[in-house]
C-alpha cells in the first residue's frame, strides 16, 4: 500500500512539473508568437532555470532573400554582448600573470602615454573617459578603408582627442575603451583576438558554434547565419550594406573587442553554466567580473568587468548585457541568486528587448 501510495505521489509530482513547465513554455510562446506577428520580434529565444532548458524556439527568417528559417543552431552577431568574452580575455591574462589589471594602457600601447593614468582595469569598467572613436572616424577616416583596432590606436595618437573626464572621475560606457583591451589581448598574447578567444574560452566549453567574424573584412561561407535587418525610409527590411561603403557599419567592420562575436543561443547557455564553475576563473575572479565598480567618489557604475550588475528585491542579483548593432539587437541575463537564465537574439535592430522583458521574468518566476 505504502509502495502503491508512493509510486501515485511520485506520478503527480512529474505530471505538476510537466504541467508547470508546459504552462510556461505556452505563456512565453503565445508572448513570442504576438510579437512576432506585429513585426516586434525576430529572431531566438533561450530561456533556463538551474541550466535546464524551459524554453527554446525560433520566429522567423534568418534570410529574406531566400526564406531560410531561423533554427536552434542559428549564428548571430551578437554586438555589445561580445564585451563580456573581451573582459573575460583580459581576466584570463592576468591570472597567467602577463599583465596587471592596474598597469597604464599606455605600457601595451606607447603612442596613447599621453592619455597618463588610464587603466586597463579602467577600460574594463567604463570608467577611462576616452572619446568616442566611431564619432571621431565618422569625421577623420577616409571611408575607403576598412578600420582596424591600431587604426584607432594611430588615429587617437594623430589627433589626441581630449578625454571627457580624467580616469575614475566618472562612468560612462565606452566602445572606444573595449577596442583598446582587444588590442591588450593581442599585443600580450601575440595571437589574434579571435585565436585567443577560441583557444582560451570558446574551445574549453565547447562552444563549437562560438568565433570572432568580421563579414565584410574577412568574409566566409556560414551556412546557417542571421543576416541582420534594418528598416529603411520605406520601411522596408533591408541588410545595412545596402546604405553603400560610407556607412559606419562597413568601414568599421575591421574592429573587434566591443563586438564582432558571433555564438549561437545554445552556446550562450554553455558559457552561462561555465560561468556557475570555476573552469575558466575562479570566486575572486567572479567578485571583480560581477560586481560593480565605484568611481573614485564612492558612486557605483552599476558595471562589472564586462557585465552590467543590478539588484532587485524581487529576483535578486542580476548581471546582463545589451548588444545593440545595425541589424541586430542581443540580451543575456542572468539571475545570480536564482539562478535563471535569458538569452534573446534577435537580427532585426528595431525590436525593443525592454518592451517585453518584465513579462519574460513574469513568466518565469510564475
Known amino acids: 500500500m505504502r509502495k502503491t501510495f508512493l509510486l501515485i505521489t511520485i506520478g503527480l509530482l512529474s505530471f505538476n512539473l510537466t504541467f508547470g513547465q508546459s504552462a510556461q513554455y505556452k505563456q512565453l510562446d503565445s508572448l513570442f508568437n504576438a510579437l512576432f506577428k506585429q513585426k516586434m520580434f525576430n529572431g531566438n529565444v533561450l530561456i533556463a532555470d538551474k541550466g535546464k532548458m524551459i524554453f527554446e524556439k525560433s520566429y522567423g527568417l534568418a534570410n529574406e532573400k531566400t526564406g531560410q528559417k531561423l533554427n536552434n543552431q542559428t549564428i548571430f552577431?551578437?554586438?555589445?554582448?561580445?564585451?563580456?568574452?573581451t573582459a573575460m580575455g583580459i581576466v584570463l591574462l592576468e591570472k597567467q600573470g602577463k599583465l596587471n589589471y592596474d598597469d597604464k594602457i599606455s605600457k601595451y600601447i606607447p603612442e596613447l602615454a599621453f592619455y597618463g593614468n588610464i587603466s586597463i582595469r579602467n577600460l574594463l569598467n567604463h570608467t577611462g573617459g576616452l572619446p568616442d572613436y566611431m564619432e571621431i572616424f565618422e569625421e577623420k577616416w577616409d571611408k575607403t578603408k576598412f578600420a582596424t583596432n591600431q587604426d584607432i590606436v594611430d588615429v587617437f595618437a594623430k589627433y589626441r582627442p581630449k578625454v571627457i573626464f580624467q580616469p575614475g572621475e566618472k562612468y560612462q560606457y565606452s566602445d572606444t575603451g573595449y577596442t583598446l583591451l582587444a588590442l591588450i589581448i593581442e599585443k600580450v598574447s601575440d595571437k589574434t583576438f579571435g585565436q585567443f578567444l577560441s583557444e582560451n574560452i570558446f574551445q574549453p566549453l565547447k562552444m563549437r558554434n562560438t568565433f570572432v567574424y568580421r563579414s565584410r573584412f574577412e568574409p566566409k561561407q556560414i551556412k546557417n547565419y542571421a543576416l541582420g535587418y534594418?528598416?529603411?525610409?520605406?520601411?522596408?527590411?533591408?541588410?545595412?550594406?545596402?546604405?553603400g561603403k560610407e556607412f559606419y557599419t562597413y568601414y568599421l567592420d575591421g574592429i573587434v573587442g566591443d563586438g564582432t562575436v558571433n555564438a549561437t543561443a545554445d552556446d550562450l547557455l554553455k558559457w552561462d553554466r561555465a560561468l556557475y564553475t570555476n573552469k575558466l576563473v575562479d570566486a575572486k575572479d567572479k567578485e571583480?567580473?560581477?560586481?560593480?565598480?565605484?568611481t573614485s567618489d564612492g558612486k557605483e557604475t552599476n558595471y562589472g568587468f564586462g557585465w552590467f550588475v543590478g539588484n532587485s528585491k524581487k529576483y535578486g542579483k542580476i548581471?546582463?548585457?545589451?548588444?545593440?548593432?545595425?541589424?541586430?539587437?542581443?540580451?543575456?541575463?542572468?539571475h545570480l541568486d536564482n539562478d535563471k537564465t535569458i538569452i534573446i537574439l534577435?537580427?532585426?535592430?528595431?525590436?525593443?528587448?525592454?518592451?517585453?522583458?518584465?513579462?519574460?521574468?513574469t513568466i518565469l518566476y510564475n
Not at 552577431?77 to 568574452?85: D, G, I, P
Not at 548581471?319 to 542572468?334: A, Q
Not at 537580427?347 to 519574460?360: C, G, P, R, T
Open 288 to 294: 571583480l567580473i560581477f560586481n560593480s565598480a565605484k
Open 77 to 85: 552577431e551578437l554586438a555589445s554582448v561580445s564585451k563580456q568574452f
Open 346 to 361: 534577435q537580427n532585426h535592430s528595431e525590436a525593443k528587448i525592454n518592451s517585453f522583458l518584465q513579462k519574460v521574468r
Open 230 to 243: 534594418v528598416t529603411d525610409s520605406l520601411g522596408h527590411k533591408v541588410l545595412p550594406d545596402s546604405f
Open 319 to 334: 548581471v546582463y548585457h545589451t548588444g545593440g548593432w545595425p541589424g541586430y539587437s542581443t540580451y543575456i541575463e542572468r
